[in-house]
């Protein structure tokens, strides 16, 4: 059952990509296409974990740290950039 | 290294200090008595080294009360998810955002920046900027029905014990 | 005893799964920037937190000692999505993004992109 329900998770957070990868691609503005980078960001955590659990290892937890910390460095630097034309101030 | 008056030598930086600690120990996940050990040594040190470049420290003056708070964001962020889901799965004409500005009674920066964290988290709500005076803060709010009962809603049930938890 | 848990497992990533989709859903259905903010800001953290406290049963369960490091993954999460939404919201204030035409408070968005404060409203002090 739990494999099960993890392929319907696994599905779920796939089409859940592809329709931020829809906003990525139409997104009228800059700002909505780093919202759309930022949500596929923990769209693909979620997938990471979900793939530990089906291992049955948590040897992947590492890598959902890092891609949570890359996304937020990423997301924040990205701003600072359109907002100033410049990360470091 | 120069200590301020009122300041432990031992223990500079109490919250830093904790959330180090607890945060290895997660990291590490493990109960294990050598990592308490390097766990404490580095929840001590870290501290000590930075302090000098931190200014004020802030403090919890009712830990009671920032536990209940804890627990009311908790709830509110469940509550609030099942709320945006609706809005997002019914009709888009139906929803009416808008923009409010919030006059700020807290002073201190540490509690803006919670009371902005937790408007962003809870009910159809996002903190967009805060005027440069720190007086107002502007909120964007994904459905409205009325402007200064939200307001209202906001201030009391968030700011109020925030202001009461931090002392300020 | 394991099917029960099993269960339980299944129905938090079942939840989880549902509530990032219905994130992602809004971030494609909602109109305008600024109420396309929420969805992601909320729904997904939830999402990935029902996922991650599936996790963290299924491996206490497992290996028989309490799993608590995924905890660290959305505590981080929780503490950096409102500054994401803030920082997003920021930057569309300083670019001028206009608001829906039906939202209200567009006067607001003059003064809040200069960070003033708002000039008609002083009465509600």
């Avoid at chain 2, 201190?108 to 720190?134: N, Q, R, W, Y």
């Avoid at chain 3, 963290?56 to 490091?69: C, D, P």
Wanted: aromatic share 8%; net charge neutral.
């Amino acid at each position: 059952m739990l494999s099960f329900a993890i392929t319907v998770v696994a599905v779920l957070i796939s089409a859940a990509l592809f329709i931020n990868l829809w906003r990525l691609i139409i997104g009228p503005t800059v700002q909505d296409r780093i919202l759309a980078l930022d949500t596929m960001y923990i769209n693909s955590i979620a997938l990471i974990v979900l793939y530990g659990l089906h291992e049955g290892t948590s040897l992947y937890f590492e890598a959902a740290l890092l891609i949570a910390m890359l996304g937020f460095v990423s997301t924040s630097a990205l701003c600072k950039y359109i907002l100033r034309g410049d990360i470091i101030e | 290294m120069t200590q301020r008056k009122g300041k432990s030598r031992f223990l500079p930086m109490p919250i830093h200090s904790l959330l180090l600690f607890v945060v290895w120990l997660l990291l590490n996940n493990t109960l294990a008595f050598g990592h308490i050990v390097l766990g404490a040594f580095l929840a001590i040190t870290i501290p000590m080294l930075v302090t000098s470049l931190a200014p004020e420290q802030p403090s919890i003056k009712k830990p009671g009360l920032a536990f209940r708070y804890f627990m009311l964001v908790m709830w509110d962020i469940l509550t609030a998810n099942f709320e945006v889901a609706r809005k997002v799965l019914s009709p888009m004409n139906k929803l009416s955002p808008g923009m409010v500005a919030v006059p700020l009674d807290i002073k201190s920066e540490l509690g803006i920046t919670l009371f902005a964290s937790t408007i962003s988290l809870t009910p159809g709500t996002v903190s967009a900027e805060i005027s440069e005076d720190k007086q107002w803060l502007y909120v964007h709010a994904l459905d409205i029905d009325d402007e200064q009962a939200l307001i209202d809603e906001m201030k009391q049930r968030y700011e109020a014990p925030l202001k009461e938890i931090l002392g300020c | 005893m394991d099917y029960i848990i099993e269960a339980i497992v299944a129905c938090f990533l079942l939840l989880g799964g549902v509530f990032m989709f219905i994130g992602s859903v809004g971030l494609v259905r909602l109109p305008d920037l600024y109420t396309r903010l929420h969805a992601p800001t909320k729904a997904t953290t939830l999402g990935i937190a029902c996922i991650l406290l599936a996790s963290t049963i299924m491996f206490s369960i497992k290996n028989g000692t309490l799993s608590v490091h995924e905890w660290l993954i959305t505590l981080f999460l929780l503490i950096t999505a409102p500054v994401t939404a803030n920082m997003i919201a920021k930057t569309a204030l300083h670019h001028e993004i206009k608001m829906l035409k039906r939202s209200k408070g567009h006067d607001l968005m003059e003064p809040a992109r200069h960070r003033a404060a708002p000039c008609q409203k002083k009465e509600q002090e």
